[in-house]
């Protein structure tokens, strides 16, 4: 019998807390005993833990960990085709294939995540615009279905498996091992243009009209500007370097230097980051950035700014954050993210980090976040009247036809998640004929009642 | 024409038993990062390959898997013959890494699980560790390195039959260790307290579990710096030593 431990888990914003039995086994084969055994009524695969809220959560079920399922299988570096096992890590990934002159096609703004977990939450990055998600560069993957079964699934190979598995939140079996479609890169570089605008409306003008001149394109915006300063932001966005644009002499394009790791040692107090200690930090952020053109920046630190620093969630105290991403329709982007701004500025809730970018196509993911328009990112600090505030903003959302990130949150209704996700029925029945036991479950496919319970 | 034999003959490989374990997988990984080619071995064929690929890509080295079943004696002569071969003859070391911790309640009731333990434990390697003795000692060069543990420093009532397993095995590679001193044939004993795998994974009450990792890099550089002996983390030398100390009226009533 596969060994397992009883503890209290969370995403990476910390909320909720929930009690999991979990396991992490070391063979492929154990994933069948665990899924045959009848120890819990449902379990949940989990990565690294870096969705926000309880997407990889199972309270009172079983959690099953795939760190130690984290093996390369095969690469062609003629193709750039990569094939893995589920619990390898992105941040391997890029050890294995940059000084081989690849890098992932898609990235979020993580490294520490897994390739199950990126293709379960079928994650979007900075070049969404052009690319879309990271699906459109899975060419196939390996399911092991709770009925026992292992398929192989593609675009057109059990292509319903495919669509739902992708951003299925790991409810349709457990990913075993994935193939993707690497970019070939010449450097480990991009140069950066940066823009400063005074209001979010300058931001997304400027994304509509030149976006499709960048590869990589993504505006930090503070939001807790008000009035005629709402949604202030900076823009930053980037195409390849080529070796030619590194200063002569560079040792290797292809290795740019390691950078000191820094990590935030202990909690700090819940409620530090406040509307006036965040709104300091962004107004010295704004101030701090200029207007110019064709930085030279490592991919390293344009991705991943923070990965250097270990465990920044603690930032936000013992209590935790939430994590609130929407995308709008292009017609109502401009309308919903006004109410938006305003309702988050006015609410003094600091959000340190928002985000903002232009989406490009969706794809036939059939609970896939990502459609044209405009996504931005808030992270909220836990604290008193938190959870109707999200509610409020749902109804925004809603009422302006969006949608939230399922993978962020950690609040939302089954009736708000119904709304946003029409094909959810699709999602059920497909779920109904892989899993008919419903043996995979998690805490968030209950709250927001993927799941009828 | 002499880049060839040359080549062959700056050839290290290393024989990893009982390979796909958390803790194997870490001690081959180190190896291989000090480009040692290796020698996969264990029952699981798919497993095996599966972290002999792994290896393989990571590392840029030579991996190959043989199938080798620690309680299949019989099999074990033509087992050492496989890998010679397989190897060219470059193998420079074993690292014993299989093990079997089983169910001490059952084995207390059962003698078939006890008999398991046993086999596995001490049986099994001592049968594997004499024929590799002899090849080693015949090359006048080489290591053994086995995974004991401290489970075999003293009986406890929690697993007492794993630890008389581990304890023969210890007494066994002490007897080897002598019989090689002064061939060239260093034999390595690793004691591991808690370290992060399967057999700890959920026991309450644990303290200052190591990872693999560390795990595996303490066993890489314990066989490197010709040890004869080392405990995995190294302050589980002064633990043991005082578990040993405690007079047996008084440790015969401790509940552990």
């Known amino acids: 019998m596969e060994p397992s431990v009883v503890r209290s888990l969370s995403g990476w914003g910390r909320y909720p807390v929930e009690t999991c039995r979990v396991f992490r086994p070391e063979k492929r084969a154990s994933l069948e005993e665990i899924l045959a055994s009848d120890a819990e009524s449902s379990y949940i695969a989990r990565g690294l833990g870096r969705s926000y809220g309880d997407a990889a959560l199972n309270h009172q079920g079983g959690v099953i960990l795939f760190e130690r399922l ?11 085709v990569l094939e893995c096992e589920a619990g390898v890590t992105l941040a391997e990934i890029l050890e294995f294939v940059v000084p081989r002159g690849h890098y992932l096609p898609v990235t979020p703004g993580t490294k520490f995540v897994t390739l199950g977990g990126a293709i379960a939450n079928d994650i979007h990055g900075k070049n969404h615009h052009r690319v879309g998600t990271l699906s459109n560069f899975v060419l196939d993957f390996r399911l092991r279905t709770p009925r026992g079964e292992m398929i192989t ?3 057109r190979q059990n292509p319903e498996a495919f669509w739902a598995t992708v951003g299925g939140l790991g409810l349709t079996g457990l990913l075993v091992s994935a193939r993707i479609r690497l970019q070939p890169i010449a450097t480990a570089y991009v140069l950066v243009d940066f823009l400063k605008v005074s209001h979010f409306e300058e931001a997304i003008a400027a994304m509509a009209e030149s976006d499709h001149l960048y590869e990589f394109s993504v505006a930090w915006t503070d939001c807790l500007a008000r009035a005629r300063a709402l949604g202030r932001s900076i823009l930053m966005r980037a195409n390849p370097a080529t070796p030619g644009d590194l200063p002569t002499r560079s040792v290797d394009p292809l290795s740019p230097g390691r950078r000191p790791k820094r990590s935030i040692p202990f909690d700090f107090p819940s409620g530090l980051l406040n509307a006036t200690t965040v709104g300091a930090f962004n107004s010295l952020f704004y101030g701090l950035h200029r207007t110019t053109s064709r930085r030279l920046v490592d991919l390293e630190r344009f991705f991943y700014p923070l990965d250097s620093i270990r465990d920044w969630n603690r930032m936000y105290g013992r209590r935790g954050f939430v994590q609130y991403q929407l995308v709008f329709p292009l017609e109502t982007s401009r309308a919903g993210l006004t109410e938006v701004l305003e309702r988050v500025s006015a ?3 600091g959000s340190f980090l928002g985000v903002l970018k232009r989406f490009g196509d969706a794809n036939a993911g059939v609970l896939s976040f990502p459609f044209p328009g405009y996504t931005l990112a808030l ?11 999200l509610r409020d903003l749902d109804a925004v959302v809603l009422r302006h036809g969006g949608r939230i990130y399922p993978a962020k949150d950690a609040v939302t209704t089954p009736e708000s998640l119904a709304a946003m996700y029409p094909r959810i029925e699709e999602f059920r029945a497909i779920k109904a004929r892989l899993d008919p036991k419903n043996r995979l479950s998690s805490s968030l496919a ?3 009642g993927i799941l009828r319970s | 024409m002499t880049g ?3 080549a062959a003959a700056s050839r290290r490989t290393v024989l990893i038993l009982g390979a796909t374990s958390s803790l194997a997988r870490a001690v081959a990984a180190e190896l291989a990062r000090r480009r040692y080619e290796l020698l996969l071995a264990g029952r699981d064929p798919e497993e095996l390959e599966a972290v002999a690929t792994d290896l393989r890509m990571r590392h840029a080295v030579r991996v190959e898997s043989r199938p080798f079943d620690a309680l299949a004696l019989d099999s074990h ?4 013959e496989d890998c010679r071969k397989a190897s060219e003859d470059s193998l420079v070391g074993v690292v014993l890494c299989f093990g079997y911790q089983g169910d001490q309640p059952l084995a207390e009731k059962d003698i078939r699980e006890a008999r398991r333990i046993l086999d596995t434990n001490l049986l099994g390697a001592v049968s594997i560790l004499s024929l590799f003795a002899g090849y080693f000692e015949g090359k006048r060069n080489g290591f053994l390195c086995a995974i004991s543990s401290v489970a075999g420093d003293r009986g406890r009532r929690s697993n007492y039959v794993y630890g008389a397993a581990k304890a023969g095995l210890t007494v066994f590679l002490q007897g080897l260790r002598n019989r090689l001193s002064g061939s060239g044939v260093r034999v390595v004993t690793i004691k591991p307290g808690f370290v992060d795998t399967p057999m700890t994974y959920g026991r309450p009450g644990l303290f200052l579990v190591a990872s693999p990792e560390k795990a595996g890099r303490r066993i890489v550089d314990a066989v490197l710096d010709g040890k004869d002996e080392s405990y995995v983390p190294g302050f589980w030398r002064p633990v043991m030593f005082l578990v040993r100390s405690i007079p047996e009226r008084i440790f015969k009533r401790m509940r552990w």
Do not use: K, M, Q, Y
Request: aromatic share 10%.
């Open chain 1, 70 to 80: 984290n093996r390369f299988v095969a690469f062609d570096p003629r193709t750039g």
């Open chain 1, 153 to 155: 699934c593609s675009p």
């Open chain 1, 347 to 349: 609410s003094g809730r």
């Open chain 1, 379 to 389: 992270d909220l600090p836990v604290g008193d009247g938190l959870i109707p505030f």
């Open chain 1, 446 to 448: 209950r709250r927001v």
């Open chain 2, 4 to 6: 060839e034999p040359a």
């Open chain 2, 77 to 80: 002569g033509a087992f050492v």
